[in-house]
């Protein structure tokens, strides 16, 4: 329930449009690739959310493999992306709903905008969220238990009627415009268009693993039924979307599609067919979609930060925990950032894309904590052993190293920003107490993100080196390649006895 509900948020109400005016009707294609990519992450993870279920775990695990610095490297990146969540998906709900409460948003430079009294009524939101979230876990459950069937149906009820009221088959074809393969659409769909930002949810099973009966069976099989779920049905949303979607709005190409004068593009969809009906529900579920996955996402954040308190990352406050168990400084300092964040001027769009860049810098350290552990614990008992775990774990690394380079050299420079310059400050802080960081095992991280940004600027589309979308695949992929071993040598010899003790405690 979790995962779906995670998974299915604002993601459903923003992504065909983005994904749409990217790749048009092979928008199709890049939301398989990013199932691909991140069942491929999934699978990684179900292995180690089996044999490491402590709520915070992304936080944890870089830090059992890897030391110190890798820990802060990876925690830190995770958190930047959780703790943003809440209020990406309160924005959501509000650039809907003034379809009929104008007041709650304004344009400016062609950028949807919170007004004050919009950020007034989000910031009550996030209150609202952090409340539920402080009672525990079981009182967040029996609220998500109670959205996730609405969440399951509200999307496909409105693909159906949609493709019954409107089905411009012409709007398929061609399925790949000359414009897509050359500027490799299909593939920037995948991170800048939203689309890896709707599919991660899988890693709220590893997040909320800790406070789950029997994590080995039901964290894998969370993720694998999850994430299978929600693809189908957005596979189903995107069709219906590009097939619903007036032809004469795509005349001039799918890039030039406009749909923001109602709120939301579904909703302008549905206006122009005189779905009145529909417009209402889209606007409930507006409301509905997003407050459920904010409420996870907020409890997920605050066990991240939780986690890197009690792993000695962060100042031990933050792994204070209240009557229900809940970390609840985390949680409130995870709420005031979240408040900041409403007022940043950039659109759902940018802003997603730099969460995903993040969350999935954190994520790619999986593929090399699995293999690692694989040498550091090598006759642990596994409740799930990943098949084929050495090939897997690779391709799975050179694939998220494609979808980060895809985010483009703006988001990607800006995410290596705020990631590697904490770290930089939390070693030099370290240093100066006497403590140690695990240097070696953390040095990595900085030559890899460095690396990328330095792909990003070199190759590519208005770069110095125009290189095609396969060159520029291959070389990101033997880029990838050349890091992974470097990266799993520089594994501590045994895996970190601090961090050990805090998953048997």
């Known amino acids: 329930m979790a995962v779906i509900t995670s998974t299915i948020g604002s993601g459903w109400l923003f992504a065909p449009y983005f994904a749409a005016k990217m790749a048009g009707p092979a928008s199709l294609l890049s ?89 007034g009524i989000a910031v009550l939101l996030l209150v609202l969220f952090a409340w539920i979230n402080l009672a525990g876990v079981e009182w967040l459950a029996r609220w998500i238990d109670g959205l996730t069937l609405w969440k399951l149906l509200i999307p496909v009820a409105t693909s159906v009627i949609l493709m019954v009221y409107a089905f411009h088959q012409e709007n398929l074809s061609p399925f790949l415009p000359e414009h897509v393969t050359e500027t490799g659409g299909v593939l920037k769909a995948v991170s800048a268009g939203g689309i890896l930002f709707s599919l991660l949810g899988f890693r709220t099973a590893m997040d909320l693993a800790g406070e789950a009966r029997n994590p080995q069976r039901n964290v894998p099989l969370a993720m694998g039924l999850g994430l299978g779920i929600s693809l189908g049905i957005y596979l189903l949303l995107q069709l219906a979307f590009l097939v619903a979607t007036p032809p004469s709005a795509v005349q001039g190409g799918w890039e030039g599609l406009l749909l923001v004068d109602h709120g939301g593009p579904l909703v302008a969809i549905a206006s122009g067919l005189g779905l009145g009906w529909v417009v209402t529900l889209l606007l409930v579920d507006s409301a509905v979609s997003p407050s459920a996955t904010s409420m996870t996402n907020m409890g997920a954040a605050a066990r991240v930060n939780w986690m890197l308190a009690r792993c000695g990352l962060l100042p031990a406050i933050f792994g204070k925990t209240n009557r229900a168990a809940v970390p609840s400084v985390a949680l409130l300092s995870s709420l005031v950032v979240g408040v900041l964040i409403l007022r940043l001027p950039a659109g759902w769009e940018g802003v997603v894309n730099f969460l995903t860049t993040t969350l999935v810098i954190a994520l790619s350290m999986g593929p090399i904590s699995l293999w690692a552990l694989r040498r550091q614990w090598p006759n642990r008992h596994r409740p799930y052993r990943l098949p084929a775990s050495g090939l897997w774990c690779m391709a799975s690394f050179v694939v998220t190293s494609w979808a980060i380079f895809w985010s483009g050299w703006t988001t990607l420079r800006l995410a290596t920003l705020a990631i590697l310059l904490p770290a930089v400050i939390f070693a030099i802080a370290e240093a100066a107490r006497g403590r140690r960081v695990n240097a070696p095992g953390g040095v990595w991280w900085f030559v890899y993100l460095a690396g990328l940004c330095a792909l990003s600027a070199l190759i590519g589309d208005g770069r110095p080196y125009a290189a095609s979308m396969s060159g520029q695949l291959l070389t990101v992929g033997l880029y990838a390649l050349l890091v992974f071993p470097l990266a799993v040598r520089s594994r501590l010899p045994e895996a970190s006895p601090q961090a050990t003790r805090l998953m048997e405690n």
Do not use: C, K, N
């Open 31 to 119: 939301w398989l690739l990013g199932g691909l990519l991140a069942f491929g992450l999934a699978m990684v993870f179900a292995e180690l959310g089996a044999m490491i279920s402590t709520s915070g775990s992304l936080a944890q695990i870089p830090l059992m493999t890897h030391g110190r610095l890798a820990g802060f490297v990876g925690g830190w990146a995770a958190w930047v992306a959780y703790v943003s969540l809440p209020a990406i998906e309160v924005m959501a709900t509000m650039e809907y709903l003034s379809d009929r409460l104008p007041f709650l948003t304004h344009h400016q430079a062609g950028v949807q905008m919170l007004t004050l009294s919009g950020t």
